[in-house]
Structures are given as C-alpha cells and as structure tokens.
C-alpha cells in the first residue's frame, strides 16, 4: 500500500508539472465566455488553415431564415497526419455545434463541441482514422 | 453540455512500442527514452534497444544521417517538480504519471469557465496521446545542475525582467495594438522554437534535411527554418541578429555539436538575453531516436550554465504547412472583441454617471 502511495505521489509531480496547453492565442478574448451558443446547420466549407481551422455553416432560424455562421476550431496539422482530408468532412454535412459567440456579437463562434447527426463527435468515434472508421469515408 | 478537458496537459497513452534505450552521453546519466503512438492501438513489443553503440547511415556526402520527421513531444517538464527529488521514474511510476495524464486531458472543462472557451483538443487530434511522442524516464528535461532546476537568475536577469514588464506597461494594454500582443500570436515565432528547441505542446514536430555543407531544420509550429552551416564558417558580424540567432556546426563523431548566438532578443528563452549562446548535441542513438542535448551560456540571466536533454522520436511526415499568420483571422477578432468590451463599460458608467 504504501509503495502505491509512493507511485501515485511522484506521478502526481509528473503531472503537476505538466502544465497547460499552450493555446496560440487567447480564446477568451476572442469569444464571450458569457455567450454560449447551440449552433445546428449545414457545412458549407471546412478551411484547413492554420493557426485554426474555420467551419462554415448555415443555420435555418425558426423564422425559416439561413444565417451563416463562421465557427474556429482547432490546426488541421495532426489531422492530416491521421488521414483526413477536406474530402473527409463534405458540405452538406449536418453537425450540431457547442460553441461560444464572439465578444462583438458578429455570427462567429469557437466551437466547443462538434457534433454529427448521429450523434458521434466529429473526428472521434468512427467519423476518423483513429477513431475507428475508415479514412477515405466522408464524415457526412 | 459536457465539454472535454483541453487545458491541461495530459496523455491518453496507449503504449504501442517501448524502447528502452541505454545510451551513454557524453558527460551525461545514461538515457532512457520509449515510443509510444496512439490509435489505432495494437500489441507490440520493444521495437529498438540500443544497448550497443549505434552506427547510423551516412549520408552521401558522408555525415551521419539524421534525417527525417522527429518529435519532442513529452509529458517531462524542463524542471523536475518539488515534490519529486530523484532524476528518474521507475517504468512503473512513469505509467501511472501517463495514465494520471490521460484521465486528466479526458476530463471535462466546466462549461460557463474561461477554460472552457475553447475547441476541444482531441477532436482535433493535438492531444498528445494521438500524436507520436518520446517517452521519458526523466523526472526533468534539465539533467545539470543535478537538482533538476534552472539556476539562479542573477540581479542583471532580476533587473532586465523588471525592464521588460515595465516596458511592455508602457505600451498600453495586450489588446490595445496589435503590436502588444503576443508574438506567437501574431504568428511570428512560437516561444519554443528556440533554439533550444523545446516541444509546443502541440505540432511539436521537425524536419532535418542535410546536404553538402549545411544542415536544416524546419520547425513545424509557426514555420522556422534553422540553415546550419557545418562547413566550418565562422559565426557572421555580432550585429547580425536573428529571431531562431545565427547557428553553426561541426560533426564530432556521430554527433552534430551546433553553437547558436546572435540573438534578436525578442523571443526571450526564460527571460534569456540577446547574448545568450546555445551548445545543441544530435546524437542519433537508434533508428527511430535522437538524443538532443543543449546548454544554454547567459551569466547575464542565470549565475551558471545549465543543461537539458530530451529524445526526438521518429514521427511520420510531411509537414503540413503552417501557414500561420496567413489565416490568423483570430488576432482581428481579439481586437474588435476588446473594442466591444470597452463600449460596454463606457456605456455601462455613463448610464451610472446619468444616475
């Protein structure tokens, strides 16, 4: 028991140490931790871009109305090395976003969440290589 | 909503191949370094043990090659933490610091935190656990001095850190210019490009290609390129000032010895001086394994030289390009998300001073 404890502690250092994520900029300055937003729409675009990624979606409002919105996600380069590719994720895809609104107010989100209509998280779950799935099947 | 962790950085290890290596260094405790790649996860056993001395293949110039797609993606911080007072972790407690690290990077931010205020890691991959990264049995990156800590900083560092922050007040707030941000985020340099260059956190990964003469590395995160010379020139004019400093190498043995100074000082290693000088070694010590070592020379900063020392593990290529400022729609969005912030509070106190 108590070389257990011995192991659990060091580790503990191990992890402590570890520190955050270095983010590339501040997110919170971009997006209103106050403004959390359910976003449910159809891709038009997905930009493989660094520092981020962007997703295009458009929105139908119960008005019946189609806003688009601009939704950053994370750099595509770990993706790529796992096989995706712009192919991966199509338009037309249906995805259900979690996501945080600008500090301006303007139609743009981090997107905390990403969602398909089956209910697994993009990338994740089978809808990736490393997931599970195949790589040359679309997310769609 | 239940939002996965990101902030800390944790692993979701699913060991695949460990290689237990051996390797004496010049001057330095042996190393012990392992591989680990994630998903798909499969059985294997140690794929290399370098227990012997290793000869790696020459290039067709006749250096030691050390060429290919690496990463120094680690869980093992630059200084060992104050609760740890040995140099290394038995295999055994190194798992559970891994596993520790994973249920903490699977974890859940709290929606409605700061934290939270962002797109979750592992959906994008830049967890470490989806990425190849080098095992370490090292309970710190710095192996000299022997408690695993930077030196003191000296009254010069103390004072020239005091400067810096009073300069940086002058300028105004971080979000009144672009100018006051941060220069990784404006996709200048990323921090630890170095040299020394330490992992990124994410992306951690480089490029070396030789030629006749010359040796370069290509540094993923935000694009650097370091072109060494091994030609034997000398080091150019000290007013030459770079932002990755100006760099020079020589083979000794199987080992590349890279002396870098001529340091813009923009980019501040740890509060370094723009006379820091940095010693890198490249040993390759496997086929899929480079011991990178460096010691970084500042008596302006820190009373003594120090020493750290972290393998570089064969990963898969190419590099994607990471054309940073490029698409770096994100700096705009800061600003005009400060500018909204100061019309609320201007319009918050003049309805308290109409009160």
Known sequence: ?140 | MKHRCLVPIGVLAIPIAIAWLGVPVAGQAPSTAAATKAAPAKASTAKSTATKAYTPPRTPDGQPDIQGFWTNSTYTPLERPNNVTKEFYTPDELEVAIKQAADRETAQTEPGTTADVHYDFTQFGLDRSQSTFAKNLRTSLITNPENGKLPPVTPEGQKRAAERAAARKTQGGQYDAVENMPIGSRCIIMAGAGPPMMNAGYNSNYQIVQGPGYVMILTEMIHDVRVIPVDGRPQPHSNVRQWVGTSRGRWDGNTLIVETTNFNGKNAFRGASENMKVIERFTRVADDVITYQFTVEDDATWARPWTAEMPMQKTEGPIFEFACHESNYGIANILAGARADEKRAAEEAAKKGAK
């Open chain 1, 1 to 140: 028991m108590r070389t257990k404890l011995a192991v659990v502690m060091t580790a503990g250092g191990l992890l402590l140490a570890a520190g955050p994520v270095r983010a590339h900029h501040a997110f919170a300055a971009e997006f209103d931790v106050n403004k959390p937003i359910k976003l449910q729409g159809t891709l038009t675009k997905w930009e493989m871009v660094n520092p981020h990624s962007w997703f295009h979606i458009d929105v139908k409002g119960p008005d019946g109305k189609v806003n688009s919105w601009l939704v950053e996600g994370g750099s595509p380069n770990q993706l790529i090395r796992m096989g995706v590719t712009k192919n991966t994720v199509l338009a037309g895809t249906e995805l259900t976003i979690e996501a945080y609104q600008s500090k301006d107010g303007n139609n743009k989100a981090v997107g905390r969440n990403f969602v398909l209509a089956d209910g697994k998280r993009l990338f994740l779950g089978g809808s990736a290589p490393g997931g599970g799935g195949d790589s040359n099947s679309p997310a769609k």
